[in-house]
C-alpha cells in the first residue's frame, strides 16, 4: 500500500536549557518554529528569584527600620541636649543672647527675655534697646571689634524699668564657624552690677573713713598733748593774782586750748567708726558735734545754720558714727543746694523726741526738688551734680543706714520752697552705760585745797607732765611723774600714791598693760588709777575704758575738773597706807 506523502508544519518545543544552536538546527531541518517553554525549570527560577527578592526587601525593611530608629534616637538625644543646654542657659542669672552683624538677636536665655517686661519677644529686636540712648556708640564699637575677632568687656548704664540708671557688666565673645571660619554670630553675656557697685562704693568709703580714722587719732594725739601742756600752764597761772589785762590774755590763750581740744574731738568722733558698735547715744549731740565739724565752710558761704533741739535730749540705741556721716551727708547735699541760689541762704537743723521714735529733721532754703527727681533721689549713683561732683551715693547711704537701724528716710519738697528730709529712727527702751565717753562738764572756779595727797603722774610728754604736776603742787597736792608704765612700777615699789594718773597710749608699756601689771602684783591699787587719753573713741581705748570701769579724763585736760577726779577717786579708795 503505498503511503501517500503528508505535508504539515513543524513546531518544535525546547526548554530554556538546550543550547541556542539546537533551536537553529531545528529550523534548518525544516521546523516551522521552534517554541522555547520554561516549564517547571523556569517556574523554579521565576520563585528563587522571587524569594531571594523577597529576602532583599526584608533586609531593606529591616535596615529602614533600623536607621529610622537610631535616626528618631538622635533626634531624641538632640532634643533633650537642647533642653538641658536650655536649662542651664535659664538657670544662668546673667542675660545670655547671640546676635547677628547687625544686633538682632538670634537667640536669648530665660534672664535676657524678662530684660523685655513683658513685650514683644526678644528674637529679631536688636541689642541696642537694652542700653541708655547714649551708651549706644559704645555698644556699637565694642559689637564690631567681637566681630573682628576680639573679646570685649565693658560696662555701661541702662535704664531700669522704674526709670532710675543702673549698671551692665557685659562681655562680647566671637563665636567661630566650625574649623576656625568666618565669624557670623557675637555671643553676649550681660550682668546687672548695680548694687555690686553700690556695695563695693561704700566698702572704699569705709575703707577711707577707717584710714581717715587712724590718721586722725595719730594727729589728735599729737595735737591733744601741746594743747593739754598750754591749756596746763594757762590754767596754772590763771591761778596767780594778775593784773586784768593779763588775765584776759591768759583766758583767751586757755579758751583757744580748749576749742582745739573740741576740735580733735569732733573728728575723732566721726573717723573712727568703733567697730560698728550700737551705743545709747544722745542725737542732740550727733548735731552739735557735726555742726561744728562744718560751721566754718558754712560760714564762707554765707550760709546760717539754725539749731532747733528738743530740750528731751532724744537718745536712740545706734552706731554713733553713721547717724554723724548720714547727718553730714544731708548738710553737704543741703549746701550744694544752697550755693545754687542768692543769699540769703538757710540750714535749720531740728530733732524731736517721741515715745517710740526720734526725728531728725535737715530743711533748707535751695530751690527744691522737682517731682521726677524726688522719685529716685535715693537711688545708688543717682546725682544731678556734674561730671566728677560727687558719686550720686551720699543719699543713697543714709538711706541704707536708717534702714539698717530699723528707721526711715524720707523727703518733702517742692519746687521753689527748699527741701525737707526727715530721719525717723526707733527709741529703745535700754539704758546702757557704754554711751560714748564725753569731756568732763567745766567745773567751778577752783576753791581752796582741801587735803594733801599724793599723785604719780605717767605720760611720756615731760612738758605734759610738768605743767600737771604744777598745777597739782598749787592745789596743794603732791606729785611724782614718770615717763612710762615701767618707771611707774619701779616708783610704786619704793612708795605708795593715793591716785596714779595714767595716759592710755604710750611707748613701751601702755596704759592697759600697766592696769594689767597691777591686777597681777597690787591689786589694791587698781581702784586708785585713772586714764587720761586724747582718743576716747579708738575702738581699744573705748573697750578699755568700758571694760575696766576705770575714771577717764580727756586730753586737753580741764585742770579744775582733773582735781575734782583725783580727790573723788582717793576719797573712794581710803587713805593709803604708807610703805615702810
Given at each position: 500500500m503505498a503511503?501517500?506523502?503528508?505535508?504539515?508544519?513543524?513546531?518544535?518545543?525546547?526548554?530554556?536549557?538546550?543550547?541556542?544552536?539546537?533551536?537553529?538546527?531545528?529550523?534548518?531541518?525544516?521546523?516551522?518554529?521552534?517554541?522555547?517553554?520554561?516549564?517547571?525549570?523556569?517556574?523554579?527560577?521565576?520563585?528563587?528569584?522571587?524569594?531571594?527578592d523577597r529576602r532583599y526587601a526584608?533586609?531593606?525593611?529591616?535596615?529602614?527600620?533600623?536607621?529610622?530608629?537610631?535616626?528618631?534616637?538622635?533626634?531624641a538625644a538632640t532634643a533633650e541636649a537642647e533642653r538641658n543646654l536650655r536649662l542651664v542657659m535659664d538657670a544662668v542669672p546673667d542675660a545670655i543672647i547671640v546676635v547677628d552683624r547687625e544686633g538682632r538677636i538670634l537667640e536669648a536665655n530665660a534672664p535676657a527675655e524678662s530684660m523685655a517686661a513683658g513685650e514683644a519677644p526678644l528674637?529679631?529686636?536688636?541689642?541696642?534697646?537694652?542700653?541708655?540712648?547714649?551708651?549706644?556708640?559704645?555698644?556699637?564699637?565694642?559689637?564690631?571689634?567681637?566681630f573682628g575677632g576680639e573679646v570685649q568687656r565693658f560696662e555701661v548704664s541702662f535704664v531700669q524699668d522704674d526709670g532710675t540708671r543702673g549698671l551692665r557688666s557685659v562681655l562680647y565673645a566671637p563665636v567661630r564657624e566650625r574649623g576656625g571660619g568666618k565669624i557670623a554670630r557675637v555671643l553676649v553675656l550681660a550682668r546687672d552690677v548695680t548694687d555690686q557697685k553700690r556695695t563695693e562704693a561704700q566698702l572704699q568709703q569705709a575703707e577711707k573713713l577707717t584710714a581717715m580714722g587712724q590718721l586722725v587719732s595719730g594727729v589728735a594725739h599729737e595735737i591733744n598733748n601741746p594743747a593739754a601742756i598750754i591749756s596746763g600752764f594757762a590754767q596754772t597761772l590763771l591761778l596767780d593774782d594778775l593784773k586784768p589785762e593779763h588775765r584776759d590774755m591768759l583766758q583767751m590763750v586757755y579758751d583757744e586750748a580748749t576749742r582745739i581740744g573740741r576740735i580733735t574731738s569732733?573728728?575723732?568722733?566721726?573717723?573712727?567708726?568703733?567697730?560698728?558698735?550700737?551705743?545709747?547715744?544722745?542725737?542732740?549731740?550727733?548735731?552739735r558735734r557735726t555742726f561744728a565739724l562744718r560751721s566754718y565752710h558754712l560760714s564762707t558761704l554765707n550760709i546760717t545754720v539754725s539749731l532747733q533741739l528738743d530740750r528731751d535730749d532724744p537718745k536712740i540705741w545706734a552706731d554713733a558714727s553713721e547717724l554723724q556721716q548720714v547727718l553730714l551727708n544731708l548738710l553737704i547735699n543741703a549746701e550744694q543746694a544752697l550755693v545754687t541760689v542768692e543769699p540769703p541762704r538757710t540750714i535749720t537743723v531740728r530733732t524731736r523726741a517721741g515715745e517710740h521714735e526720734a526725728v531728725l529733721e535737715i530743711a533748707d532754703s535751695g530751690p527744691g526738688i522737682p517731682p521726677e527727681i524726688r522719685a529716685k533721689i535715693f537711688d545708688p549713683f543717682f546725682t544731678t551734680?556734674?561730671?566728677?561732683?560727687?558719686?550720686?551715693?551720699?543719699l543713697s547711704i543714709c538711706y541704707g543706714i536708717a534702714h539698717e537701724h530699723g528707721g526711715r528716710i524720707w523727703l518733702e519738697s517742692e519746687p521753689g520752697t527748699g527741701a525737707r528730709f526727715f530721719v525717723a529712727l526707733p527709741r529703745d527702751p535700754r539704758h546702757d552705760a557704754r554711751a560714748p565717753l564725753e569731756p568732763a562738764a567745766p567745773a567751778p572756779p577752783p576753791t581752796a585745797a582741801t587735803g594733801a595727797l599724793t599723785v604719780l603722774v605717767i605720760d611720756d610728754e615731760t612738758a605734759l607732765r610738768n605743767a600737771l604736776l604744777r598745777f597739782l603742787g598749787r592745789r596743794g597736792?603732791?606729785?611724782?611723774?614718770?615717763?612710762?608704765?615701767?618707771?611707774?612700777?619701779?616708783?610704786?615699789?619704793?612708795?605708795?600714791?593715793?591716785?596714779?594718773?595714767?595716759?592710755?597710749?604710750?611707748?613701751?608699756?601702755?596704759?592697759?598693760?600697766?592696769?594689767?601689771?597691777?591686777?597681777?602684783?597690787r591689786p589694791e591699787l587698781t581702784a586708785r588709777v585713772v586714764f587720761s587719753t586724747g582718743d576716747t573713741f579708738a575702738p581699744e581705748t573705748a573697750t578699755l575704758i568700758r571694760e575696766s570701769g576705770v575714771p577717764t579724763v580727756t586730753k586737753p585736760f580741764?585742770?579744775?575738773?582733773?582735781?575734782?577726779?583725783?580727790?573723788?577717786?582717793?576719797?573712794?579708795?581710803?587713805?593709803?597706807r604708807l610703805k615702810t
Open positions: 503511503i501517500a506523502a503528508v505535508s504539515f508544519p513543524v513546531i518544535v518545543v525546547a526548554y530554556l536549557v538546550a543550547p541556542p544552536d539546537h533551536w537553529a538546527r531545528a529550523l534548518v531541518y525544516g521546523a516551522a518554529a521552534v517554541l522555547v517553554v520554561v516549564g517547571t525549570l523556569l517556574l523554579a527560577r521565576f520563585a528563587h528569584s522571587l524569594r531571594v526584608d533586609l531593606l525593611e529591616n535596615e529602614v527600620a533600623h536607621q529610622t530608629r537610631s535616626l528618631m534616637d538622635s533626634l528674637q529679631g529686636r536688636t541689642v541696642f534697646e537694652f542700653f541708655a540712648p547714649a551708651a549706644a556708640p559704645v555698644v556699637g564699637e565694642r559689637m564690631a571689634a567681637a569732733n573728728l575723732l568722733a566721726f573717723a573712727r567708726a568703733g567697730g560698728k558698735e550700737r551705743t545709747l547715744v544722745d542725737l542732740n549731740d550727733i548735731v551734680k556734674a561730671e566728677g561732683v560727687g558719686t550720686g551715693l551720699g597736792i603732791q606729785g611724782h611723774g614718770a615717763a612710762d608704765g615701767t618707771e611707774a612700777l619701779g616708783l610704786l615699789g619704793q612708795r605708795d600714791f593715793d591716785v596714779i594718773i595714767s595716759d592710755v597710749r604710750m611707748p613701751g608699756m601702755s596704759g592697759g598693760e600697766f592696769l594689767e601689771r597691777l591686777r597681777r602684783e580741764d585742770f579744775a575738773a582733773l582735781e575734782r577726779v583725783v580727790r573723788e577717786v582717793a576719797a573712794a579708795a581710803g587713805p593709803q
